[in-house]
């Protein structure tokens, strides 16, 4: 299954919810002969194989939405406009990013008749574009070793992500220290070792409750010793005490750029995509307590809130390196803008 189809079938909820809503829209007052649109109470009898695939259009009659005279068509006017939006913010795009994206796809076309598929290929381009600048890889320096602050709300994905990340890197030939920083609890040092395992890469640890500052520091060291390509520090993810969280992040880099002033060359934020509008506030009050380079979006799989990292991108133009799409190692791929849009909106291949 190409990567496409499988972030599709993932994010079905999300383009199903989406799709469905443009059928009613389109639907409310369609100029149209077809019969179902004309009686939408009444079951239409399944067409037979053969029919339907006569109507199929191609691949590019389909992007571009011409999918035959019987397509239900709506008249684009503010009304519809308005539905639109309001499609757009219930599929967690929040009010800016919805209004941002009709306006610009009203843009000269207002009185036009627009059918479902031509307003999903719209909305699909105009989500691609906003998502295009934010869709770069992590960057890798020349640095050695390069280190990477990871941070994230407990839960978010955090560990799963420098596990897979450390696999990614290590099957690339780099050499990779992970460096459990949220010392006080035990239960994640225990997950990031049964990553680090998984991945092939050490695991540094310190006893529970210990400096997080500390170990840093330690495996920074290790990591110069052994020559080492990229240095994880996993942090603690806890923002009930923001101050306590804030002052504990500081220290960390204050600790490791005694050792390399650069550091960290990155500081990635992992946010878990099924927390729709909230992944916005943790992107504001990180951004506030550390210098977030780069975001990773875990657990797009099976999310009908995929919505969301448009308006993140919309918002904050922060790079999106990677997405998470499941819980194995490999289920971590780099953002595909355009495939992402389509999924989104559920433009069929
Ligand atoms: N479906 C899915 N689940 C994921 C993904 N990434 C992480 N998870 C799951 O989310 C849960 C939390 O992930 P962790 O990596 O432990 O999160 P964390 O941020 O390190 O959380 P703490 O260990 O509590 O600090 C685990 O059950 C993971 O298997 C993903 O991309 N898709």
Do not use: C
Request: hydrophobic share 45%; no cysteine; proline share 6%.
């Amino acid at each position: 299954m190409s990567f496409f189809s499988k972030l599709k079938s993932r994010l079905t909820r999300s383009s199903s919810r989406l799709e469905e809503g443009l059928e009613a829209i389109v639907a409310e007052s369609a100029e149209t002969e077809a019969p179902e649109a004309a009686a939408p109470e009444a079951p239409a009898p399944a067409p037979s194989a053969p029919a339907e695939e006569a109507r199929k259009p191609g691949f590019l009659g389909r992007l571009l939405g011409r999918t035959g005279e019987e397509a239900p068509r709506r008249v684009l006017d503010d009304a519809m406009l308005e539905s639109l939006e309001e499609l757009l913010i219930t599929s967690d795009m929040g009010v800016d990013t919805a209004l941002r994206v009709t306006a610009n796809l009203a843009e000269g076309r207002m009185g036009r008749k627009l059918s479902v598929p031509e307003i999903k290929a719209l909305l699909a381009a105009e989500i691609a574009r906003i998502m295009e600048p934010v869709a770069r890889p992590m960057p890798l320096y020349a640095k050695r070793p390069q280190v990477v602050l990871v941070v994230g709300v407990n839960g978010s994905g955090k560990t799963t992500t420098i596990g897979k990340l450390a696999s990614q890197f290590r099957a690339a030939g780099k050499t990779v220290v992970i460096a459990a920083g949220d010392t006080f609890r035990a239960a994640a040092v225990e997950q990031l070792k049964v990553w680090g395992e998984r991945a092939g890469v050490p695991v540094l640890t310190a006893p529970e409750g210990s400096d997080p500052a500390s170990l840093a520091f330690d495996a920074m060291t290790k990591a110069q010793e052994d020559g080492a390509d990229l240095l994880m520090i996993d942090t603690a993810g806890r923002l009930q005490n923001r101050a306590d969280l804030m002052e504990e992040l500081a220290k960390i880099v204050r600790v490791i750029r005694k050792k390399d002033p650069d550091a960290p060359h990155n500081t990635l934020l992992v946010l878990d995509a099924t927390t729709g509008q909230n992944a916005l506030s943790q992107v504001e009050i990180f951004s506030k307590i550390a210098d977030v380079s780069g975001l990773v979006m875990t657990k797009l799989d099976g999310t009908a809130k995929g919505g969301v990292l448009v308006a993140l991108a919309d918002k904050f133009g922060l790079p999106i390196h990677a997405i998470g799409v499941g819980e194995q190692i490999d289920d971590l791929a780099p953002f595909d803008p355009e495939e992402f849009a389509r999924a989104l909106v559920g433009v069929e291949d």
